[in-house]
């Protein structure tokens, strides 16, 4: 549900659709229309609220109303993407990935760890570089980086802790 919405946005909507649907046979059987009130307040909820009752009807359906735990199983399902589905392994889970949003890629590419043009390019270069057992804590930290230090326009390096380690404050930096 979070492309293109904030997360405080989307975690309250998730919180409120949760209460009244507890599983995934709940949430299949559940009407479009109530489903897009929950959701109002997330970008594209109409088109939103279909695809997360088929969703839901799918893991109903043919995973015996569990989420799969797993990448290959977790991106077939309709809408749900790298990004979800390592979200959905590593904060249902607890089994590592690199979920990489805009922030990830952004930090990861601005410090110089990689050199990459796509959030994909970045997942595979941050899973090739960093030690599994880091894997799970990299899009908590960067998302709170990136939302208060590293902003994609005007970002604070004065403040930041890293800046004499970082590719884009040096480069910026030079005269």
């Known amino acids: ?6 997360d405080e946005t989307t975690t309250k909507a998730v919180k ?3 209460s009244k649907y507890k599983n995934a046979k709940e949430l299949a ?7 897009e009130k929950i959701i109002k307040s997330i970008g594209f909820y109409h088109v939103k609220s279909k695809r997360i009752i088929e969703v839901a009807k799918i893991i109903n359906s043919k995973y015996k109303g569990k989420v799969p735990d797993n990448l290959e199983k977790l991106v077939e399902l309709p809408g749900v993407g790298r990004k979800t589905a390592n979200c959905v392994l590593v904060y249902a889970f607890d089994k590592p990935a ?3 949003d805009i922030h990830v890629h952004r930090i990861s ?4 760890l990689v050199n990459t043009k796509t959030p994909e390019e970045t997942e595979q270069e941050l899973m090739r570089i960093i030690p599994k057992k880091f894997w799970i804590d990299i899009n908590d930290t960067f998302v709170m980086y990136g939302q208060n230090i590293c ?4 970002p604070m390096c004065n403040v ?6 970082c590719k884009f404050y040096k480069t910026k930096n030079v005269s």
């Open 109 to 112: 590419n601005r410090l110089g």
């Open 160 to 165: 930041c802790k890293i800046k004499n380690n």
């Open 151 to 154: 902003k994609p326009i005007s």
């Open 1 to 6: 549900m979070s492309a293109r919405t904030k």
């Open 16 to 18: 409120v659709l949760f």
């Open 98 to 100: 690199i979920p990489v």
């Open 29 to 35: 059987s559940a009407k479009t229309k109530d489903v």
